[in-house]
């Protein structure tokens, strides 16, 4: 079966860093996607890897490795407003997403 | 505003009546999905479409129906509705299903009794 695994909750403090992790067991691999979703409100998208490596976008960045099934979601100098629920999908050998349950992330001051 | 609409926000309904969620985008894009998320489990796919004119089962079409007859429109319709179609269900689209971002609505709270 298709599984994507990431942590329940995490807590951090405000202007710290935090990891919010992803591994995935999927059929077949067209790219990793990772979405912000605050309490009562849509996803947002934050980031997409589709090669290894790292993508930076200002105060987050997203890091794959394909061999190992695995992502994280790295979130800079932590604001009250990160948060949110952050949300890793998987696109499969068909292009349909597969979504993690997500990462419910606390900010404290 | 630019994006996608959804309505009704929120419905209380009797347990066999019938309910449609209507999704209108205005981004011309081709491909559109409605997900249902629970509590402790990620977006589930419902149905989608590719392209106007066509629809796909996704992972939990059972009770549901849809219907893209133009790009704009992509109503969910639950034929006669039960207590665990209890949900927040999102309807989203994308310029290509292949590759593209999706862009979500705020979602309908849909309860059950």
């Known amino acids: 079966g298709q599984n994507i695994d990431q942590p329940t909750e995490m807590t951090a403090t405000e202007g710290a860093i935090v990891q919010i992790n992803c591994t995935y067991q999927?059929?077949?691999?067209?790219?990793l996607f990772w979405y912000q979703q605050h309490a009562g409100e849509a996803p947002t998208f934050l980031s997409y890897?589709?090669l290894d490596g790292l993508e930076e976008k200002g105060r987050f960045s997203s890091f794959l490795s394909r061999s190992k099934g695995y992502s994280y979601l790295l979130l800079k100098e932590l604001q009250m407003k990160d948060s949110a629920s952050y949300l890793c999908?998987?696109?499969?050998?068909?292009?349909?997403?597969?979504w993690g349950a997500g990462t419910k992330l606390i900010i404290k001051p | 505003i630019a994006g996608i609409t959804q309505a009704p926000t929120s419905q209380i309904l009797a347990a066999g009546r019938r309910m449609t969620l209507r999704c209108t985008q205005d981004m011309r894009h081709n491909a559109m999905y409605w997900y249902r998320q629970d509590l402790g489990l990620g977006l589930r796919l419902i149905h989608y479409?590719?392209?106007?004119?066509?629809?796909g089962k996704g992972e939990v079409p059972d009770g549901y129906s849809v219907s893209r007859a133009n790009t704009d429109d992509f109503p969910l319709t639950l034929a006669s509705a039960v207590p665990s179609q209890t949900s927040v269900y999102f309807c989203?689209?994308?310029?290509?299903?292949?590759?593209?971002?999706?862009?979500f609505g705020e979602g309908s709270r849909l309860t059950v009794l």
């Open positions: 989203a689209s994308s310029d290509s299903q292949a590759t593209g971002e999706l862009f």
């Open positions: 890897n589709v």
């Open positions: 479409s590719n392209t106007a004119g066509t629809t």
């Open positions: 999908a998987v696109k499969d050998s068909n292009y349909q997403l597969i």
């Open positions: 999927t059929s077949g691999f067209n790219g």
